[in-house]
Each structure stands twice: as structure tokens, then as C-alpha cells.
């Protein structure tokens, strides 16, 4: 695979804190891993359904043994609403812990960065969203996910729902001190969750190599991420105890989202907030629709890098245009998202055509840093021909 001068000929800077504990039966290090920080009220944040597993027992054991005095906030649920951030400021202005533990899918471990900074940041909580700076730091966050693909584990990014829109807050604040990734934890979930966070890990890979915020370290962790995710989701899916496959998608999912904390994501995840919501669909789903389209729309824009992609991928591109490259490695995500069950039109959502304009409008006013972030920038009109594409189908 060569490479272009063109990433490189950029300056950039690269942080990505968390210290990494990686491997199946890592979740036994986590004692010693909590050893390392000085507390005696430990906070768990996780969801209804999550908190009854034997996964989210086991924590709670481990985190106990360390001799800490252990709460709960079990209340969060997938695609959490805005208004959940009331009783968890509430909870942890009174409880004061000195360190969180995220344990459940994005969301959880999202919500334990926010209690990290609710804890010790005075100001209403949903102020925080809407531009209110975080002043403070709040208590160490270490995050255990227990579904991989996300990539929230690593990421200093928190998303809510207000009134149907997704909301995102990106600060240091939120950074992870620690992830415990250990891929035998996630062989519990089902099928359609392991597909639906999968490929989310193989979306973010793919927007952080297209973003105009690209970079060579990022890229790297991204081309790894994108080989992983296509040697492994699959495989995940059709066998949800294969633990190498669990394993090959638990590290698409740190890596990728190593990647996309530095870069941000592009144009699929804007797209997907746009009906990601009103129609109720798990976040990964709802971009894997958008990403084959977007990913065509931009490739004569970035001739070298979507090379770069097919190859990690595995689409031969000799003797190919970009324009062409494009539609292959599109299609290669199609072959995916068949495989998967993955809803592949906005038809297949149940969306009418009279519904596209205004969620052209709701990308533009309410989700445009994805556009700008996006290697081509698509006029009013061209977007409208995209989610025309997403409707019908290539
Ligand atoms: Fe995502």
C-alpha cells in the first residue's frame, strides 16, 4: 500500500490518554487497576438491563474487594434523554465519589464521564451541552464495555437526546484514566447489538480516515481497525462465543476510536442523526445506512485515501478510477450490512421521500460540524440527491 505525502505533509498533534488494560480475563486486573488510585466511595454507572448481568456482578465484586464503600445509577438507557442528567447530578452532588466505573454499552460508560464532571461542575446540567464551559475536573472514569464497537471507551465524548436531537459534549474532563477491555465480557451480547456497535467501529474508522482532520497516526489505527472489523464482525455475529472474533472487533473498537477522538467524524454520523432518532434505531445501524452512499459521494475527492481503504478492506482497486474505487468499497460495505441484517435504504425504515428536505434542513442547521468535517463539501442540492440515493438505493 503506498501512502500519499499528503497526510503527512500536515503538522498535527496527538493525545489520547487512557491507559489501555487489553485481553481476554483482563477484567481479574481490575482490582489492581484501582489499586492505583487513592478513594473510598466508588461509583458505578450502568443500565436497568446491564446491572442484572453476571458481567456487571462480577465488577461490582472486584470493585467491592478493594474495600471501597460501592453505589450504583443504573438508569441509563440506550440513546439516554437529556432529562436523565437531573437525578445523576443530583446523585453524585450528594454522594461525592472518588472514583466512577462505567460498565454497559456507549451509553453507560458516556454517562460515567458525566458523572465524573457533574460530581464537581456546579451549573445546571444540560448547560454543560449547550456551551456552559466545564471547569473542573472531576474524579477518575474507567470505562468497561460490555459491547464493542463504539469506541466510547476511549473517547472524551458524551452524546444525549433533547427533543429528538442528538447532542454532543467533547472535553478533556471526559477522558477515560482507564479502559478494561476484555473481549469475553461482550460474548453475552446478542447478535443484532453485536452487529448494530460492530460497525459503528468500522464507521468510525471510515469517517476518520475520510475527515479533513486526518492524520498518520490516526490513519494508522484506522486501516487496523477497518481490517479487523472486516476479518472479524462477521464472524462475531454468526457465533456470538467465537472469542478470537469477539476479541478482532474488541480492538477495531479501541482503535477506531483512538482514531476518530483526534480526527472527529464526518459527513455518515451527521446524515444519521438526522433519523437515527425518529425512528428509534441503535446509533451503529442507523450510520452504517448512510456510510456506503457517503463513502461513493467522496471518493473522487480522495484519490488517495480511499485506496488507502480499499486495500485495508480487501477490494482490488488496480486499473480502478476513485469514482469507481468508491462504488467497490461500497459495495463491500453492502455485502457487510446484508450479512448483518442492517437496514441498507431510508425505504427500509419506513421513511417517505416527502420526509427528505427536512432532514436535509436538520443536518444543516442542527449537525453541520460533521459537514465540516467532511473531505467534500455537498451543496444544498447535492445532499438532497444523497438522501434521494439513500431512499431508493444505489
Ligand atoms: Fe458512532
Redesign the pocket.
Known amino acids: 500500500m503506498s501512502i500519499s505525502f499528503d497526510i503527512l505533509n500536515r503538522a498535527f498533534t496527538y493525545y489520547c490518554p487512557p491507559r489501555t488494560v487489553f485481553g481476554i480475563n483482563s477484567i481479574s486486573r481490575l482490582p489492581d487497576e484501582l489499586n492505583k488510585f487513592k478513594f473510598e466511595r466508588a461509583l458505578l454507572v450502568s443500565g436497568p438491563k446491564v446491572s442484572k448481568t453476571k458481567e456487571y456482578l462480577l465488577v461490582r465484586d472486584r470493585v467491592s474487594s478493594t474495600g471501597a464503600n460501592v453505589s450504583e445509577f443504573t438508569m441509563v438507557e440506550s440513546e439516554p434523554e437529556i432529562s436523565v442528567l437531573n437525578p445523576l447530578a443530583g446523585f453524585v452532588r450528594r454522594l461525592q465519589p472518588e472514583i466512577v466505573i462505567g460498565i454497559g454499552g456507549g451509553s453507560s460508560m458516556d454517562f460515567s464521564k458525566l458523572a465524573s464532571v457533574l460530581s464537581v461542575n456546579e451549573k445546571e446540567p444540560a448547560s454543560y451541552f449547550r456551551g456552559e464551559p466545564v471547569s473542573k475536573k472531576g474524579p477518575p472514569i474507567v470505562t468497561i464495555p460490555t459491547l464493542a464497537g463504539?469506541g466510547s471507551e476511549v473517547t472524551p465524548i458524551s452524546v444525549v437526546v433533547d427533543n429528538g436531537v442528538k447532542l454532543a459534549l467533547a472535553n478533556h474532563a471526559l477522558y477515560p484514566s482507564v479502559t478494561i477491555v476484555d473481549p469475553s465480557i461482550s460474548c453475552g451480547a446478542s447478535p443484532a447489538a453485536t452487529a448494530s456497535a460492530g460497525i459503528?467501529a468500522l464507521?468510525?474508522a471510515l469517517e476518520s480516515i475520510m475527515s479533513v482532520d486526518s492524520n498518520p497516526v490516526s490513519d494508522s489505527l484506522s486501516l487496523t481497525a477497518l481490517g479487523l472489523v472486516c476479518s472479524y464482525l462477521e464472524r462475531a455475529y454468526c457465533n456470538g462465543s467465537d472469542l478470537e472474533a469477539r476479541t478482532g472487533v474488541s480492538a477495531a473498537s479501541v482503535l477506531a476510536g483512538m482514531a476518530f477522538q483526534a480526527t472527529g467524524l464526518c459527513l455518515p454520523?451527521g446524515i444519521a442523526y438526522t433519523y437515527a432518532t425518529r425512528c428509534s434505531m441503535p446509533?451503529?445501524s442507523s450510520?452504517s445506512l448512510a456510510e456506503p452512499y457517503v463513502v461513493a459521494f467522496n471518493a473522487p475527492a480522495i484519490p488517495g485515501k480511499i485506496r488507502m481503504i480499499a486495500s485495508a478492506i480487501g477490494v482490488d482497486a488496480s486499473g480502478l478510477s476513485p469514482t469507481e474505487v468508491g462504488f467497490e468499497v461500497a459495495s463491500k460495505i453492502f455485502d457487510m450490512t446484508e450479512t448483518l441484517a442492517l437496514p441498507q435504504t431510508l425505504e427500509d425504515l419506513g421513511i417517505d421521500e416527502s420526509e427528505l428536505e427536512s432532514m436535509v434542513e436538520d443536518l444543516l442547521r442542527n449537525h453541520y460540524r460533521f459537514v465540516t468535517k467532511n473531505p467534500r463539501k455537498p451543496s444544498r442540492e447535492e445532499l438532497l440527491d444523497l438522501y434521494m440515493d439513500m431512499h431508493e438505493g444505489l
Open positions: 463504539t459503528d464507521c468510525h454520523h446509533h451503529g450510520v
